[in-house]
């Protein structure tokens, strides 16, 4: 098995460390966990930094914990953030901590039988009995306000402003891991480069209330070579969830990353050996290409990526065929009408034959007329279902439709559309 700490050196995935924590990986097999607050219906690619330090940590051997925040996902983190968070329903978090739990149970192993499964727990059964009394005797009274308002997620809000609500959420993170060791023994605590202040704070709760050391690691965060947070877009955050950010455009988000980027991505996400990764530095386009078929069938199956491929192949690849096109399964085709233009046409008007020119011009709106749509077949620019289009009096007919539902039709290289037939 590997060195835990070495690997994540040479990967670039140590931002910091507390003292001792090499040693104490090194001297046994450990519990060591990261917690997940339930903001938002799916983890994205930020958090996924953080999965896949869990991972790592149980190929190493030890035993990774993930702690669900039920409890402080109602509270808002304050690190990383310039204004108050705005307070989530009690039944939005748990629709959240349900749709997370279900990806998190994917990504990595909790098989009660292996010697180091990971176990999945939610701090909200740590204070769900628990009074504000009992908190403030237990918790409140080992830290003072000087020690709490100089972490930097403090700091940062020290001027535009922190509710008492947020100013305590490192007591409730910090105090978790006091709960971690006492019961589950956990004894490192892993995260992102902003959650080192609330991880102190717990390292510190531990010395002080139990008299026990403990141990943690934080990650830098995920950004671009410009220095911008990575995993925004101008549709927003890369999500796990498929139903948030489709297979295909997750599998473009790696394909589109710059260049700059490559190293620093397959280090973080790939299982590949250090080797591998160092030998696929010199081609960045081929190693893209690798990273972005690796983590599609990771996190979304062998056969969402063999459909993202096929759909890739169709919108990009001037090779693409039209057997190649007629052999898509339907599934892939409605994969591609998320991706590209898609309008409705009546199954009538294709039934009774429809003009080309009508067809382009009438039905579908691809050309503002019918002169437009002549020039353009002139020009050679329109197919229907990669076969050119070369005569006025062509007709869109039944035949046309794939899957009894679609058809491809392209007006130059760059321009695609999908006509969906309905009744």
């Not at 139903?243 to 280090?267: C, G």
């Amino acid at each position: 098995m590997m060195d835990f700490v070495e690997e994540l050196r040479w990967r670039g995935l140590i931002h910091d460390m507390t003292p001792g924590t090499e040693e104490h990986l090194r001297s046994t097999c450990v519990r060591g966990y990261i917690g997940f607050d339930p903001t938002a219906p799916s983890l994205t690619i930020g958090n996924y930094v953080q999965i896949m330090l869990l991972l790592r940590f149980q190929l190493a051997g030890h035993q990774p914990v993930v702690l669900i925040g039920g409890a402080t996902g109602r509270i808002g983190d304050p690190s990383g953030r310039d204004a108050e968070r705005e307070l989530k329903s009690i039944e939005e978090i748990e629709r959240n901590i349900n749709r997370q739990k279900i990806q998190l149970q994917r990504l990595l192993n909790f098989d009660p039988e292996a010697p180091n499964g990971a176990l999945l727990l939610d701090n909200y059964a740590f204070y769900a009995q628990m009074n504000v009394l009992d908190f403030l005797r237990e918790v409140g009274k080992h830290l003072t306000v000087n020690y709490m308002i100089a972490k930097e997620s403090v700091q940062r809000r020290i001027e535009s402003g922190i509710s008492f609500t947020e100013f305590s959420y490192q007591l409730l993170q910090g105090y978790d891991f006091v709960l971690l060791h006492r019961h589950y023994g956990v004894t490192l605590q892993m995260g992102g480069s902003d959650q080192y202040g609330n991880i102190t704070t717990g390292i510190e709760l531990a010395r002080k209330i139990d008299s026990q050391r403990l141990y943690a690691i934080v990650s830098p965060l995920l950004t671009k070579a410009d220095g911008t947070k990575f995993g925004k877009s101008a549709e927003g955050n890369i999500w796990l969830d498929p139903q948030m950010t489709s297979p295909y455009r997750f599998y473009q988000f790696w394909i589109n990353a710059d260049d700059r980027d490559v190293p620093k991505l397959m280090r973080y996400f790939s299982l590949k050996t250090r080797e591998e990764i160092e030998a696929l530095d010199a081609d960045p386009v081929r190693a893209k290409r690798a990273l972005a078929e690796e983590l599609t069938i990771r996190l979304h199956g062998q056969e969402e990526f063999s459909a993202v491929h096929a759909v890739s192949a169709l919108l990009f690849d001037p090779k693409a065929s039209p057997e190649m096109l007629r052999s898509l399964p339907e599934k892939t085709l409605d994969c591609v009408a998320e991706e590209i233009p898609t309008m409705e046409v009546s199954i009538e008007a294709i039934q009774n034959h429809c003009n080309i020119l009508d067809f382009l011009s009438e039905h579908t709106g691809i050309v503002a007329s019918r002169s437009e749509a002549k020039r353009a077949i002139q020009n050679h620019a329109i197919s229907l279902n990669k076969v050119k289009v070369t005569t006025f009096d062509t007709s869109v007919t039944p035949e046309h439709l794939l899957h009894g539902r679609y058809i491809l039709v392209e007006n130059g290289r760059k321009n695609k559309y999908l006509v969906r037939a309905v009744c």
